[in-house]
């Protein structure tokens, strides 16, 4: 059974990440693990003086959040009433990353799924600071969903590579399994004036190729530098429906990641991200 570990903070950006996930998995048995970590609503109540009144509080807005959670899972069976989905609901006092990272741990989990922005919605950023805390620090793949993004089935999936990391089977597997479920095609993108020739970028190709097993594959050269224009030009015209990158060591996302702020990150997709975090779990 897949584990997801969809995090939110009942916004409606959340509630439609979680619309997204039910959606693309409605042919896998999966268990969507509802999480509201709600430690910073507490710390900031000012009127919070002593550690009675802490305490309290804490009480309080656990059973506030087990409420809405509970709201939610009735609003999954409602619409989507899949006998293939479970509902986990867990309201923890803790940081977001660590709640997350926790679960992904003890659930040995395959997937985070969460909106772009949350409750403040700022129009002006792509990603709000939470989300963009967990594709940064978060040890498993991250399915970030753009706000007001409406589901239709990734038949088009692009994913940007220079070709030179080794890639872990458990996260391509995700993707592998989401195109052979909706019969996609996957659009290798490699930005570069040179060819990718070396033994270690052919290597790399002919594993990627191996794990996409019985899906349509192409690998296209762009030699436009500016990755974020090149990659949203490409989704633009190719009509990409999902966006794969890579955050680790000398890749596209992490470039993007480590040069931007904490507001803002360079890139502002118009379709979903998964970001491969590529980190050696056991497979299972």
Do not use: W
């Amino acid at each position: 059974m897949r584990k997801i570990i969809i995090p939110t903070d009942f916004s409606e950006n959340a509630n439609n990440a979680l619309r997204y996930a039910c959606q693309l998995f409605k042919y896998e048995k999966s268990e969507l693990i509802l999480l509201h970590a709600y430690a910073e609503k507490v710390y900031a109540d000012e009127n919070v003086l002593s550690n009675a009144l802490m305490d309290e509080l804490k009480a309080v807005t656990k059973i506030r959040s087990e409420e809405e959670l509970g709201k939610i899972s009735l609003k999954v069976h409602d619409e989507f009433c899949n006998p293939r989905h479970k509902v986990k609901l867990i309201a923890a006092f803790g940081d977001l990353v660590d709640e997350v990272n926790s679960l992904v741990n003890s659930e040995n989990a395959d997937l985070v799924v969460m909106g772009t922005r949350g409750l403040t919605n700022d129009s002006s950023l792509g990603m709000g600071s939470n989300t963009l805390m967990v594709l940064k620090y978060v040890q498993c793949p991250v399915l970030a969903i753009p706000a007001n993004f409406t589901y239709n089935e990734p038949k088009n999936i692009l994913f940007p590579t220079n070709f030179l990391i080794p890639y872990q089977k458990r996260e391509l597997k995700v993707v592998g399994e989401i195109a052979r479920d909706f019969n996609s095609k996957i659009h290798f993108l490699y930005l570069s004036k040179h060819k990718a020739t070396s033994s270690r970028q052919q290597d790399n190709l002919e594993f990627l190729k191996q794990q996409f097993y019985n899906t349509i594959t192409e690998v296209q050269q762009k030699d436009e530098l500016r990755k974020e224009k090149a990659i949203e030009d490409f989704i633009a015209t190719n009509k990409i429906d999902l966006l794969v990158m890579v955050n680790s060591r000398h890749t596209y996302l992490e470039d993007m990641l480590l040069t931007s702020t904490i507001d803002k990150v360079g890139l502002h997709p118009s379709v979903p991200l998964l970001a491969l975090q590529n980190f050696n779990r056991e497979c299972v």
